[in-house]
């Protein structure tokens, strides 16, 4: 059974970073599919970030409103995802949550954690 805990999330002002961390287990973080979402109050869960792996390359992908600002990696040894998360925004102010397609291809995440929260003042 595939099992996703973030940690990290907290209060920060403008400007700021946090680095939010999802502990795996029953997954591979190495082969699968892996991403980073957020959902603000009254707004729709939107996707911030994924990872994963074509042959022998890791590739990532951003949504533009984080592009430049938030880094996704993996610690394969670790079995953990990480989104580091700069120059942080007001805006940027959501419940995060990671999520595995449980699958090297990124058609569906279907396991998801609990999320954590950051909030980010002006």
């Known amino acids: 059974q595939v099992q996703l805990g973030e940690s990290g999330g907290g209060s920060v002002q403008a400007g700021g970073s946090l680095r939010l961390s999802c502990a795996v287990s029953?997954?591979?973080?190495?082969?699968?599919?892996m991403g980073w979402f957020r959902q603000a109050p009254g707004k729709e869960r939107e996707e911030v970030a994924r990872?994963?792996?074509?042959?022998?390359?890791?590739?990532?992908r951003y949504a533009d409103a984080v592009k430049g600002r938030f880094t996704i990696s993996k610690d394969n040894a670790k079995n953990t995802l990480y989104l580091q998360m700069n120059s942080l925004k007001p805006e940027d102010t959501a419940m995060y949550y990671c999520?595995?397609?449980?699958?090297?291809?990124?058609?569906?995440?279907?396991?998801w954690g609990q999320g954590t929260q950051d909030t980010v003042s002006s």
């Open positions: 999520a595995s397609a449980g699958s090297r291809w990124c058609t569906a995440f279907n396991y």
């Open positions: 029953g997954d591979t973080v190495r082969r699968y599919c």
């Open positions: 990872s994963y792996s074509f042959g022998s390359a890791d590739n990532t």
